[in-house]
């Protein structure tokens, strides 16, 4: 089977606070007007002759296209034929665009068929804009090119009329996600097998998801800790900016290793909170006489893979007696009388 990150395709369909989730934001480019119903995707600019797309046909009239932007730039372009409100994802079919020189069935699951970006712009049209396009090109006047490549708004997307503003044809034109390449564009089709939008796929994200492997571990975690565990490892941090002693031992009497979690509001542990912020004794509390617990992997850096590295790395050095504390070997506690008196069988033997 071609390449088909059906994630990423479903998310065109998310509304604008499951969006915002996965770090990305829906952006209306503009209407694209559909008088044939045979629709070009290319890049306007080096390939503005390219062959309609095989398959399918868009119903004619003036349809929506959104961007769905990550960091900034579009990461998947899509036009609709039917309102995104009225779709639900899992009752979608998805099929690779082609055009008919092209065969899908030989394609392995990670090829796939797309069209060439040596501009950085990408674009859906209509055929018959298409003509009208090429008509202009013909003439030799650079004037609608030259402005293309000088438009500032295409991370948004941008209706494209140099014909003007009466005219009924028109492009919907758009930065291809992060530059040049191949890119493909995918057909969504209904239950009866009629398009319902069509959709470029700029390879940016991947899975749906604009956050990278550390966001969304953070985010895992903060989704496995229980209501009050979070709100015990927030009173905690807020216990060591206060540095009252009092209330970091009782929160950590059953719970110790609270100490070195991640707090998700202030994205520390309590250890790291008290070097931070330059807490001797709320330190103290934290450790219990134990020795400094290894630094959580999300919060190493380049410099930084201890505590003690932290410690040391800051601009501004910590109190001689908060180094103190991190310094100090040690010391194991002082057994109890039935942990130094030998056991029957130890002095039957003459063994300690």
């Known amino acids: 089977m071609a390449h088909l990150d059906l994630a990423n395709l479903r998310a065109c369909l998310l509304d604008e606070t499951q969006l915002a989730a996965v770090a990305l934001t829906r952006s209306f480019a503009g209407h694209l007007p559909v008088s044939s119903g045979h629709l070009v995707v290319c890049d306007p600019l080096v390939q503005a002759e390219a062959p309609a797309l095989a398959d399918y046909t868009a119903p004619l009239g003036l349809h929506p296209v959104d961007l769905i932007v990550h960091s900034g730039r579009p990461a998947l372009a899509v036009a609709w034929f039917k ?4 779709l639900t994802a899992s009752a979608l079919h998805w099929q690779m665009a082609r055009w008919t020189t092209q065969d899908l069935t030989g394609l392995d699951e990670d090829s796939f068929i797309g069209y060439p970006v040596d501009a950085g712009i990408g674009c859906f049209m209509d055929t018959d804009t298409q003509q009208a396009l090429l008509a202009l090109i013909d003439q030799g006047n650079e004037a609608w090119s030259d402005a293309l490549i000088d438009h500032d708004g295409l991370d948004e997307g941008a209706e494209y009329r140099p014909w003007g503003p009466d005219s009924p044809h028109g492009l919907v034109v758009f930065t291809s996600g992060w530059g040049d390449g191949v890119y493909p564009s995918y057909w ?5 097998g009629t398009p ?12 749906g998801d604009g956050r990278d492997a550390r966001e969304i571990a953070d985010q895992a975690y903060r989704d496995s800790l229980a209501p009050e565990e979070a709100e015990a490892l927030a009173q905690l941090v807020a216990a060591v900016k206060r540095d009252d002693a009092d209330a970091l031992r ?22 790291f909170e008290a070097i931070r912020l330059d807490r001797p004794q709320a330190l103290r509390e934290l450790l219990q006489g134990a020795a400094l617990p290894a630094m959580p992997q999300s919060l190493h850096t380049s410099k930084v893979t201890s505590y003690l590295d932290y410690a040391r790395f800051l601009k501004k050095p910590r109190s001689p007696e908060l180094m103190a504390v991190l310094e100090a070997p040690v010391i194991a506690r002082p057994e109890t009388l039935e942990q130094a008196r030998p056991g029957f069988w130890a002095r039957l033997f003459g063994r300690r």
């Open 196 to 207: 319902v939008a069509l959709v470029t796929d700029f390879l940016c994200i991947e899975g």
């Open 250 to 271: 009782a929160l950590l009497t059953d719970a110790p290793q609270r100490a070195n979690q991640i707090e998700p509001g202030c994205g520390g542990t309590a250890v």
């Open 83 to 86: 309102p995104r409100e009225a």
């Open 188 to 192: 969504a089709l209904d239950t009866s």
